[in-house]
């Protein structure tokens, strides 16, 4: 069967002697991996269209029952040149794909995290900093195509609203994503969050990403805001979400 389908490309390795080995995730059918002979030729009928982190409508041979189904068409359907000229623009869109890559199963369609992939680099495109929010931002709302929804406005025993102002730290609850509010914080375990980190969880919930590029963390910020999604994710998922090609970049830049 021939389909034809816009995708993500999510990670492209080396496949024999000229070909690559893609894995994308396509509107269509979710995560498919793809077969694309030739494609390392300096002259190939691809061009850049299987570059990771791209958006490309791809056409390919869907053997039913197999895993692997061979590309025979690719072409750019929405240019996202930008993506490669900062590094920090670059290793957080490969992290985002990371983050899709590790978690979804083979062809099990899913048109909102395809959109919400897709929003998520095209902003970060079009953005200048702040890329880190961004990042933020995207596992704040993947966590609920998950199944796993945050909810950092209630508190997680009384399901009353939650104010940052209303204490300068918090312990927010892994396993719902949601602040104990002051008057159950003393009875309750969990990952410690300024306030002011606090409301900027809240805030990245209620935004669109364009938005979240406008909004500058402290390094404490950064990094409370990474530690408990990657705790978040870890909990839910039981094992840690691979952001191998992001880290492996930092290490070779010296960061």
């Known amino acids: 069967m021939i389909s034809t389908t816009e995708a993500i490309i999510l990670k ?14 396509t509107a269509e059918f979710g995560r498919c991996s793809l077969i694309a002979n030739g ?52 290793t957080t869109g490969l992290a985002i794909c990371e983050t899709v890559h590790s978690t979804q199963t ?20 079009a953005g200048e900093g702040n890329e ?4 933020a931002w995207f596992q ?20 009353e609203a939650v104010s940052p102002s209303d204490a300068p730290q918090f312990v927010l609850s892994l396993a719902d994503g949601a602040p104990y509010s002051p008057a159950f914080a003393q009875v309750n375990t969990g990952f410690r969050m300024d306030a002011g980190t606090l409301a900027i969880l809240q805030r990245l919930l209620h935004i669109p990403p ?7 963390l402290s390094e404490r910020q950064h990094t409370q805001l990474s530690d408990f999604l990657t705790l ?11 952001d191998r090609s992001r880290r492996f970049m930092q290490a070779a830049q010296g960061l």
């Open 12 to 25: 492209s390795v080396k496949y024999r002697d000229s070909g690559k080995l893609l894995t994308v995730y």
């Open 39 to 90: 494609a390392r030729k300096a002259k190939n009928k691809f061009g850049s269209a299987l570059e990771p982190m791209s958006c490309s409508t791809l056409t390919f041979y869907k053997r039913l029952g197999k895993d692997l189904h061979t590309l025979s068409g690719a072409e750019t359907a929405v240019p996202m040149r930008n993506l490669m000229d900062s590094f920090d623009r670059m």
């Open 106 to 125: 083979h062809e099990e369609q899913n048109l909102a995290i395809f959109t919400l992939l897709k929003q998520s680099l095209l902003a970060l495109n």
């Open 132 to 135: 880190q929010t961004l990042l």
């Open 140 to 159: 704040a709302h993947y966590a609920a195509q998950l199944g796993f929804r945050l909810a950092p406005d209630f508190c997680a025993a009384s399901g």
């Open 210 to 216: 364009e938005q979240a590029l406008r909004i500058a």
């Open 232 to 242: 978040y994710y870890q909990f839910h998922l039981d094992r840690t979400v691979s």
